[in-house]
């Protein structure tokens, strides 16, 4: 995961730089693991908070080890059935609706059990 060093190296430049972080957000699952290995580097696992996005099996094992607190998780199989449904009642006449809510799930230390 080369692109976790990355971002763990970016992380670690934060870290350095603001003293009084309390977590870290990262938007996709290479930004969160990174920025738990720099977390992790700087002796700060359990001191800052780290979340993610998919809950990809590599933050699943972080979290699980509590590297990380938890992560989002989208659905694409009902982003894709929704989808779907809005194009086939566009195309049959319909009006889709203008927002088409999905919900999102978590994936925490609780659910790595």
Same mark, same amino acid.
């Given at each position: @995961? &080369?692109?976790?060093?990355?971002? %763990?190296?970016?992380?670690?430049?934060?870290?350095? %730089? $603001?003293? %009084?972080?309390?977590?870290?957000?990262?938007?996709? !699952?290479?930004?969160? $693991?990174?920025?738990?290995?720099?977390?992790?580097?700087?002796? $700060? +696992?359990? +001191?800052?908070?780290?979340?993610?996005?998919?809950?990809?099996?590599?933050?699943?094992?972080?979290?699980? &080890?509590?590297? @990380?607190?938890? =992560?989002?998780?989208?659905?694409? =199989?009902?982003?894709?059935?929704?989808?779907?449904?809005?194009?086939?009642?566009?195309?049959?006449?319909?009006?889709? %609706? !203008?927002?088409?809510?999905?919900?999102?799930?978590?994936?925490?230390?609780? &659910?790595? +059990?």
């Amino acid at each position: @995961m &080369n692109r976790c060093r990355r971002h %763990s190296g970016r992380a670690l430049t934060l870290l350095a %730089s $603001l003293s %009084s972080a309390a977590a870290f957000a990262g938007l996709s !699952a290479p930004t969160a $693991l990174g920025a738990a290995k720099a977390v992790d580097a700087a002796g $700060l +696992k359990g +001191k800052i908070a780290v979340v993610g996005y998919d809950a990809t099996p590599e933050a699943r094992t972080a979290i699980a &080890n509590g590297s @990380m607190y938890g =992560d989002a998780i989208q659905h694409p =199989d009902q982003i894709g059935a929704k989808t779907i449904d809005a194009i086939h009642d566009y195309f049959s006449g319909k009006t889709p %609706s !203008a927002k088409i809510a999905i919900p999102v799930g978590t994936f925490t230390k609780a &659910n790595a +059990k």
